[in-house]
């Protein structure tokens, strides 16, 4: 068992499998939230109705409960992964600093979970406080993937002895293009979470009411924030495209054209479906998918980031004749 844990490799597939588990947590928290099942355990929290097992529980209990049971693994996936991080790498190590930021993020996660509870902010709640709080916490679930992302990239890395911090000073228009890139997915993200609580408490009955409802000036707020996520998605999207194909050209070693190209896959794939996801008027499973898919283009938007901000500036001439070589000149 020492010799176990001992074992880089073994760590690295621990922390990947500890970012799956975590995408799995944040969907079905998406369907306590699509199914209204927010309140299934009352305002009680850690308590499930005052209860530590709930009895004789309808099905709204139980679909919360569930996510609170899946939402405590997962904070002792990320306290193993922390643990395990500090006895398996030296002090300053990067592996370290990610598996803290992990621990971090993974702790928020749970206070933020914890106030939409207690502050009564689930089911039919349409206040702003909710729409707040529903952007913070969509923005500390980022931070909470991109953290423990960076954690298993670190630790593959060190396998082969290249694991090394990140470095945003001296990377010219890379860094900003990667930085801009990546608060343009939180701004989206944040928008997309606005908007999905907007469709869960005011569906429409048609495409054409629903539109219909989005220039109402009587309307919720909710209601008319719902026009504009599309409009950030296009602009994004757009962006990244752009975006990923400049740093795959700036810094074309380390993989950086592979994640290059699966970003802007990942990019078209959501375009189509958010297109889907207004037409269908947002069912719950395809809001599901539509936020997986925002999960994953931010997990690839992260590692071609780290990827890119580990490697030197090239020269001007070297960047030229990679851009001839890739067909962007």
């Known amino acids: 068992m020492g010799t176990f844990f001992r074992n880089q490799r073994h760590f690295t597939r621990f922390a990947w499998f500890t ?66 991080a500090f006895r398996l790498y030296p002090k300053g190590h990067v592996v370290r600093k990610g598996a803290t930021l992990s621990l971090a993020f993974i702790i928020t996660e749970g206070l933020l979970g914890a106030g939409l509870v207690l502050f009564e902010w689930v089911a039919d709640n349409a206040s702003v406080g909710r729409a707040v709080s529903m952007a913070l916490h969509l923005v500390n679930t980022y931070l909470l993937l991109a953290a423990v992302t960076m954690t298993a990239w670190w630790a593959n890395e060190a396998q082969h002895g290249r694991a090394q911090p990140l470095r945003w000073r001296g990377q010219g228009r890379v860094g900003w293009l990667v930085g801009v890139g990546l608060l343009l997915l939180l701004f989206l993200g944040v928008s997309g979470a606005v908007t999905a609580l907007g469709d869960t408490l005011f569906p429409a009955g048609s495409l054409r009411e629903g539109i219909a409802q989005d220039f109402l000036p009587t309307a919720h707020f909710l209601v008319r924030l719902r026009v504009y996520h599309p409009l950030i998605a296009i602009a994004t999207g757009i962006y990244l495209v752009l975006a990923g194909r400049a740093i795959a050209a700036e810094r074309p070693g380390g993989g950086t054209q ?33 936020l997986l898919l ?36």
């Open 19 to 84: 970012l799956g588990f975590l995408i799995l947590v944040i969907l079905w928290g998406a369907f306590v939230r699509a199914t209204g099942s927010g309140a299934g355990c009352g305002s009680h929290w850690p308590l499930c109705n005052g209860e530590v097992l709930p009895r004789a529980a309808r099905v709204e209990t139980m679909i919360e409960f569930a996510h609170r049971v899946s939402s405590a693994l997962s904070g002792v996936l990320v306290l193993g992964l922390w643990v395990w």
């Open 294 to 329: 925002a999960d994953i283009m931010w997990i690839a938007a992260i590692l071609l980031g780290a990827t890119a901000l580990t490697q030197e500036e090239l020269e001007p001439q070297i960047t030229q004749i990679s851009q001839i070589a890739s067909g962007n000149l």
């Open 258 to 290: 592979r994640l290059s190209r699966a970003l802007i896959a990942v990019v078209a794939i959501q375009l189509v479906a958010g297109f889907i996801n207004v037409l269908l008027l947002a069912p719950v499973w395809m809001q599901i998918v539509h």
